[in-house]
């Protein structure tokens, strides 16, 4: 029994409604893909990959302060930029131009912080998962001012009342 609820334990833990980011918008807008790193820290490295394009190339890559649009997959070039160049307070967001039918897909943010202590290309310190859900019809219904899927943080509080009331079975 204690395995069991030491198993759901680590099962929420691990669910945050961070993951459930969805974001609908029509096509032809201009969508901002939001990201925070660490406030305080320089950011050495910035990914922003489409998981079902990452062998052909990425969303948008920064290193060392420099954009290299020859590592960007060609649909992207010249249609993505940092919200904010500065990166200031760790806000790596960017903004995809124009989007179309072909932009729908899971975009993963991944972000390096320099450290002494650790080569350049150790994995990431941060990252996040946002669906990006582009509609012809117009149909934008249940986005929240943040990129959230309204119905997506429902069912994460629906998931976690279950959880709370098996407990009190228990």
């Known amino acids: 029994m204690s395995f069991f609820m030491g198993f759901l334990l680590i099962t929420l833990a691990s669910v945050s409604p961070q993951e459930l980011n969805t974001i609908?918008?029509?096509?032809?807008?201009?969508?901002?893909?939001?990201?925070?790193?660490?406030?305080?820290?320089?950011?050495?490295?910035?990914?922003?990959?489409?998981?079902?394009?990452?062998?052909?190339?990425?969303?948008f890559f920064y290193r060392d302060e420099h954009l290299y649009e020859n590592y960007q997959h060609p649909s992207f070039v010249d249609r993505v930029e940092l919200r904010n160049?500065?990166?200031?307070?760790?806000?790596?967001?960017?903004?995809?131009?124009?989007?179309?039918?072909?932009?729908?897909?899971?975009?993963?943010?991944?972000?390096?912080?320099?450290?002494?202590?650790?080569?350049?290309?150790?994995?990431?310190?941060?990252?996040?998962?946002?669906?990006?859900?582009?509609?012809d019809s117009g149909?934008?219904?249940?986005?929240?001012?943040?990129?959230?899927?309204l119905h997506g943080h429902a069912a994460f509080s629906l998931f976690i009342g279950v959880i709370v009331a098996a407990f009190g079975i228990f």
């Open 24 to 59: 609908r918008v029509k096509a032809g807008e201009n969508v901002p893909l939001q990201c925070h790193g660490p406030k305080d820290a320089t950011i050495t490295l910035l990914e922003w990959i489409r998981s079902d394009l990452l062998s052909e190339g990425y969303v």
């Open 139 to 149: 149909h934008t219904d249940g986005i929240t001012g943040d990129g959230g899927d």
């Open 85 to 135: 160049p500065g990166l200031k307070d760790g806000d790596v967001s960017v903004i995809v131009k124009n989007v179309t039918n072909s932009d729908t897909g899971r975009y993963l943010c991944y972000v390096s912080v320099s450290k002494s202590s650790r080569p350049k290309r150790a994995s990431p310190d941060f990252s996040k998962t946002i669906e990006l859900v582009v509609d």
